[in-house]
């Protein structure tokens, strides 16, 4: 199966540079005929449309990077999963660990998310990982195993929803988990959640990406910081 790779721009980006960005990555992407690979890019909520418009034509697909539980209402500055339908998008990411940490977003309310987005028809990524302090006490499993039995809502299959496991500790900050521990934390996930897909995310640069992406259980990877560069972007595709 093609692996997916996803970027999450976070906070960054205006039109200009952002839009030459998705210009190199369609014209990148459409000279590798390998079919290894699906790219998906998930700009800021401003991006969406301009982003949407360029890569139309292209095989890279677009979404969000979060949405609300409910479909509309009084919500001000929230978006909702059939806004980002509207737009074009396939898919929305879901419990990302700064919005856990920044926003207070429960499992819960990851769960509501991911069954709002699955109505929309989109694919839900939800993010899990555990903190330096529970790794280093050997709780990694524990914690990681009870955000996915309380995140994955029961609408999920393996067409709505794939499972992105980042460690929060290696989320730019350019500390990658080992292969060991990516091996071990995905055969533990793959347990867990049966034929969904699954994603490493944490540092992902192009230089170690061929090493994540060839670890079993690994089916993509969801990147941050590198997805900004676009010839970074491709190099970490083109290693799958
Ligand atoms: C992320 O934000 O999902 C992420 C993995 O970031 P980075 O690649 O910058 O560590």
């Known amino acids: 199966m093609p692996k997916l790779i996803v970027g999450n721009w976070k906070m960054n980006g205006l039109q200009a540079e952002s839009l030459e960005r998705v210009e190199k990555l369609a014209a990148g992407v459409q000279g590798d005929a390998s079919g290894s690979f699906h790219m998906v890019v998930c700009p800021p909520a401003t991006l969406i449309a301009p982003v949407a418009a360029k890569l139309k034509d292209s095989v890279i697909r677009w979404g969000g990077q979060d949405c609300h539980a409910e479909a509309s209402g009084a919500y001000t500055g929230d978006i909702a999963a059939p806004m980002l339908k509207d737009m074009g998008c396939d898919f929305v990411i879901l419990g990302h660990s700064e919005r856990r940490q920044h926003h207070g977003e429960t499992s819960a309310e990851v769960a509501a998310k991911a069954k709002a987005a699955h109505a929309s028809g989109l694919t839900a990524i939800i993010c899990v990982g ?39 500790w290696a989320i730019g900050t350019g500390k990658t988990a080992s292969a060991d521990d990516i091996k071990q934390m995905h055969a533990f996930i793959r347990g867990k959640v049966g034929t969904l897909q699954i994603l490493y995310g944490g540092s992902v640069k192009a230089a170690n990406a061929s090493e994540i992406l060839h670890t079993e259980n690994v089916d993509g990877v969801l990147v941050g910081g590198a997805s900004l560069k676009a010839d970074e972007f491709l190099g970490i595709a083109v290693a799958s």
Do not use: C, F, K, W
């Open 130 to 168: 555990e903190l330096d302090a529970q790794r280093s006490a050997g709780e990694q499993e524990s914690v990681v195993g009870r955000q996915l039995a309380e995140s994955i809502p029961d609408t999920a299959s393996t067409e709505n929803t794939v499972i992105a496991y980042e460690p929060v």
